[in-house]
């Protein structure tokens, strides 16, 4: 059974700080990674990792997968309040597949 | 473009009821999904569309079809409500899957008391 396993579950910062969150996974037939970050609404799609593209970065947002040790992390830096929000990680795996599977989600709470 | 849609945002159903989720996406997108999100539980995905024509399970398909009316919509639908299908219900699409974003409509917030 594929697994995604994000860590911290939540984390409250300061306006100005540096965050990391972390994304470890037990898949079969590894294809992507996804992270999306969600308000009080729909998820919204921030980055896909894969195989020939282990690094993406946009603003103060940047990931990078590490497929040897099954894991990826998301940085945020000099963070703001609008980064306010749950992040969710996410794999596709096996041959064919439709099936995106989630982790739990990060809590990032920025205070002013 | 509207992305995806869905309705309605709201539904408060009694034990046994039945009830139709619509959505729909304008972006010609091959496939579609049903989730649901739970608290502490992540979203899990019900069932699927990889193409116009053809279904499939997902993690939590107990008590749910799903109809994939044409290539825009895809209907999501409770026949018999439980308690325990109180939850967020996420519609999303995308061009196909392994290597594809999807993306996610504004949800419906069911309540089954």
Redesign the interface.
């Known amino acids: 059974e594929d697994k995604v396993v994000q860590s911290p579950l939540s984390l409250v910062v300061h306006e100005g700080d540096t965050v990391t969150l972390n994304c470890s996974y037990e898949v079969t037939n590894f294809?992507?990674l996804?992270w999306y970050k969600q308000e009080k609404?729909?998820?919204?799609?921030l980055f896909?990792l894969?195989s020939s593209g282990i690094e993406k970065k946009s603003g103060r947002l940047s990931s990078i997968l590490d497929k040897k040790e099954l894991f990826s992390i998301l940085n945020i830096t000099a963070t703001q309040t609008g980064d306010s929000a749950v992040y969710?990680c996410?794999l596709?795996s096996g041959a064919?597949?439709?099936?995106?599977t989630?982790?739990?989600?990060t809590k990032l709470s920025v205070i002013p | 473009n509207a992305g995806?849609t869905q309705t309605p945002k709201f539904q408060v159903l009694k034990t046994g009821q039945s009830m139709t989720l619509q959505c729909a996406q304008d972006m010609n997108h091959n496939?579609m999904?049903w989730y649901r999100q739970d608290p502490?539980?992540?979203?899990?995905?019900i069932y699927?569309s990889?193409s116009e024509g053809t279904t499939?399970k997902?993690?939590v398909p107990n008590g749910y079809n799903v109809s994939r009316l044409n290539k825009r919509e895809f209907s999501l639908r409770l026949e018999s409500a439980a308690p325990s299908q109180t939850s967020v219900y996420?519609c999303a699409s995308?061009w196909?899957?392994?290597?594809n974003?999807?993306?996610?409509?504004?949800?419906t917030r069911l309540t089954v008391l």
């Open positions: 294809r992507s996804l609404k729909a998820p919204t799609f896909m894969t969710l996410a596709y064919g597949s439709y099936q995106l989630f982790g739990k989600g | 995806v496939s999904y502490g539980m992540g979203l899990r995905l699927y990889a499939d997902g993690e996420f995308s196909t899957g392994g290597y974003e999807q993306f996610f409509g504004p949800g």
